[in-house]
């Protein structure tokens, strides 16, 4: 393929866009997202896995702009809740979720467990590429933590404390979580295809 110099995010979600963003800048390839284009659809995630969640939201950004679409989706699997929130974190306390209540939620279901492992799992989908689309994934393995800790980052990120650092993702740098992160680890093998 030609070398890629644009390309249309497909989220409203600020956090995750200034993650792209940090991430794709220095590839040399300019990002537009809703800012953009208001009028992104948001269309309605009903794949059963990571990868068909982000190709939904790749199709219709490209079929909105015209221009390739890199969409994610991403989940937080808890082994002591046998994968949950998974596909469904965005979500997970209910269908007007906020990331506070999804906190909220996990910490509950977690106070008894003493099983803590989890890991952060990001699908990005790369639309349309010769006829179809390419798939790139990065995995975080970690743990959950008792309480909050940190106000940095997004999501369930006060919770999450990656394996071999005593620091959530909340507190961490910027610049550290984006060399360690899921979302950064399928970045990185995206940068490889598009260098390779």
Not at 157 to 169: A, H, L
Request: hydrophobic content about 35%; proline content about 5%; overall charge negative.
């Amino acid at each position: 393929m030609s070398k890629l110099t644009e390309l249309v995010i497909a989220t409203g979600n600020e956090g995750k866009l200034a993650e792209f963003e940090n991430l794709l800048l220095p590839l040399g390839i300019s990002v537009f997202s809703k800012r953009d284009y208001p009028h992104l659809p948001d269309p309605e995630e009903n794949g059963s896995t990571l990868e068909e969640n982000a190709l939904i939201k790749a199709k219709a950004t490209f079929e909105h702009t015209g221009k390739i679409a890199l969409a994610d989706d991403t989940g937080l699997e808890v082994d002591a809740l046998n994968g949950k929130p998974g596909i469904h974190s965005a979500r997970y306390s209910d269908p007007d979720a906020t990331p506070e209540k999804n906190i909220v939620k996990l910490l509950a279901e977690m106070a008894t467990q003493t099983r803590r492992t989890a890991r952060f799992r990001t699908v990005l989908v790369l639309y349309p590429f010769e006829g179809g689309h390419l798939t790139f994934q990065g995995v975080c393995e970690g743990q959950i933590i008792g309480k909050r800790r940190g106000n940095e980052g997004f999501g369930y990120d006060p919770v999450f404390m990656p394996d071999g650092y005593q620091e959530t993702f909340a507190e961490m740098s910027k610049s550290l979580k984006n060399e360690i992160s899921h979302r950064g680890k399928a970045i990185q093998e995206f940068s490889k295809w598009l260098n390779g």
